[in-house]
C-alpha cells in the first residue's frame, strides 16, 4: 500500500519534469544508453536501424489492441508499465475472449540483454518475440496474415509504417523490428541501487547489510547489475501443474521444472512471484529459499547447504534482505512518458 501511494505521488510530481526533458531530447542522438557498469547488449540493432520514428512506431504498436484477435487486447493490457511492464498485480493475465495463461506475465526490461524469453526460453531471439503472444490462442488469438492486413488498411500505420521503412508494403518483418525498437529502449537504471552505485546516494545501514548478504547468498543466480543471469533452474518449487519449464522446449529430462532465472529489478512492483505467481509476498518468496525448498533430481546446486535444500537465513537476514531489494525499484521507469502510450 505503501509503495502504490509512493508511485501516485511521484507519478503527480514528477511526470512534467520528465515530459520537459523528453521533449528536449536530441532526435538524432536517439540511441540506447545505459550506465558504464553494465555489461555490453546482446541485441545490436543489426538492419534494424534504430531511429525515433521507429521507436514511436513500435510503442503504437505495443499499446494497440489491433494485434488480437478481437481487438481487445494489446501488448500493454499484460505489461504495465505501472507495473515495470508485469500484469496489474495478478496471477495469470487475462486473454481475449475472458481466457487466462498458465504462466505469470514476466515483467519487461533491459530486454537488450536477454538471448532468450519466456519463462522457458522457448523464444530466442527480441525480434520475434512477439510472435508468440500475437499467435497464442489464449492471449491474443491472431494470425500474422490477419494482422499485417489490418495495418495495411490502417491510415495511420500506413503512414507510419512508410515513414520508418520507406515504400514498400508493411510486412511481419518491419512489424517486429519496429517491436524490437520500442522494447530494447526499454532501459531500467535509475534504482536507488543505480544512484549507490553511481555514488550519488547512499544506503541506509539495513540497505547496506542486505546488500552484503545479498552478494554472499543470492548472487551466484541474480547476478548485478541486472540481477539475473539470464539461466534457468530449478529453485526446489512443488509443482502444482504438469508445467515442465524449459524441459517442455528440450524434452530432456535434466531440464524438467527449470524456469528462467527472473531480473530482480523492480521486485517489489511485479508480484505475484514465481513462474506460476504462487507467491503473494516478497515474505513467502523468503522463507521459500530458506525453508520450503524441496529436493527433486534437478534442483539446483547452489540451493543445497551442508546437504540439505535451502538457503540459511534468519530473520534479521530477511529483513535486512528486504530492505535492500526494496532499492532495486525503478520510479523514473515506471513513469517515464516516453514509454508511455
Given at each position: ?34 550506465p558504464?557498469?553494465f ?16 521507436f ?7 499499446h494497440?489492441p489491433?494485434?488480437s ?5 494489446s501488448c ?9 511492464f508485469?500484469d496489474h498485480?495478478?496471477?495469470?493475465s487475462i ?6 495463461g ?20 522457448g523464444?530466442?531471439h ?19 496474415n ?5 495495418l ?13 521503412f520507406?515504400?514498400?508494403?508493411i ?7 519496429a517491436?524490437?525498437?520500442y522494447?530494447?529502449?526499454l532501459v531500467?537504471?535509475?534504482s536507488?541501487?543505480d ?14 547489510d542486505g ?14 547489475p ?14 502444482l501443474?504438469?508445467d515442465?519449464?524449459k524441459?517442455r ?10 524456469f528462467?532465472v ?5 521486485i ?12 503473494r ?20 546446486t ?5 546437504d540439505?535444500?535451502?538457503i540459511?537465513?534468519t530473520?534479521i537476514d ?8 526494496v532499492?532495486?525499484t525503478?520510479y523514473?521507469?515506471i513513469?517515464?512518458?516516453l514509454?508511455?502510450?
Amino acid at each position: 500500500m505503501y509503495i502504490r501511494y509512493f508511485i501516485k505521488i511521484f507519478l503527480l510530481t514528477g511526470v512534467s519534469v520528465l515530459i520537459s526533458c523528453n521533449k528536449n531530447q536530441d532526435e538524432s542522438d536517439f540511441r540506447l544508453t545505459y550506465p558504464d557498469y553494465f555489461p555490453d547488449p546482446q541485441y545490436s540493432f543489426g538492419n534494424n536501424v534504430l531511429t525515433k520514428e521507429g521507436f514511436e512506431l513500435g510503442r503504437a504498436l505495443f499499446h494497440d489492441p489491433i494485434l488480437s484477435y478481437d481487438n481487445t487486447i494489446s501488448c500493454a493490457s499484460c505489461h504495465s508499465q505501472a507495473h515495470a511492464f508485469a500484469d496489474h498485480n495478478i496471477k495469470f493475465s487475462i486473454g481475449i475472449d475472458g481466457k487466462t495463461g498458465s504462466r505469470n506475465s514476466p515483467a519487461m526490461f533491459n530486454l537488450a540483454w536477454q538471448s532468450s524469453f519466456m519463462w522457458d526460453g522457448g523464444i530466442n531471439h527480441i525480434e520475434i518475440m512477439p510472435l508468440a503472444p500475437i499467435t497464442d490462442t489464449t492471449e491474443m488469438g491472431e494470425t500474422l496474415n490477419n494482422v499485417i492486413q489490418k495495418l495495411h488498411t490502417h491510415p495511420y500505420y500506413q503512414e507510419k509504417f512508410k515513414k520508418v521503412f520507406g515504400e514498400k508494403p508493411i510486412d511481419s518483418q518491419k512489424l517486429f523490428y519496429a517491436l524490437a525498437q520500442y522494447m530494447s529502449m526499454l532501459v531500467s537504471d535509475d534504482s536507488k541501487y543505480d544512484k549507490y552505485r553511481k555514488g550519488s546516494e547512499n544506503f541506509t545501514v539495513d540497505e547496506e547489510d542486505g546488500l552484503i548478504i545479498f552478494r554472499k547468498k543470492c548472487v551466484s543466480c541474480h547476478t548485478e547489475p541486472l540481477f539475473t543471469d539470464f539461466s534457468f533452474r530449478n529453485n526446489g518449487l512443488v509443482p502444482l501443474t504438469n508445467d515442465l519449464g524449459k524441459g517442455r522446449i528440450t524434452l530432456d529430462k535434466s531440464d524438467y521444472y527449470k524456469f528462467k532465472v527472473p531480473s530482480l529489478r523492480n521486485i517489489m512492483l511485479t508480484y505475484p512471484y514465481m513462474h506460476d505467481g504462487r507467491f503473494r509476498t516478497i515474505d513467502q518468496v523468503l522463507d521459500h529459499y530458506s525453508e520450503g525448498i524441496v529436493f527433486h533430481e534437478n534442483l539446483d546446486t547452489s540451493l543445497i547447504y551442508i546437504d540439505k535444500p535451502g538457503i540459511p537465513l534468519t530473520e534479521i537476514d530477511k529483513a535486512k534482505l528486504k530492505a535492500f531489494l526494496v532499492t532495486l525499484t525503478d520510479y523514473k521507469y515506471i513513469s517515464n512518458p516516453l514509454f508511455s502510450q
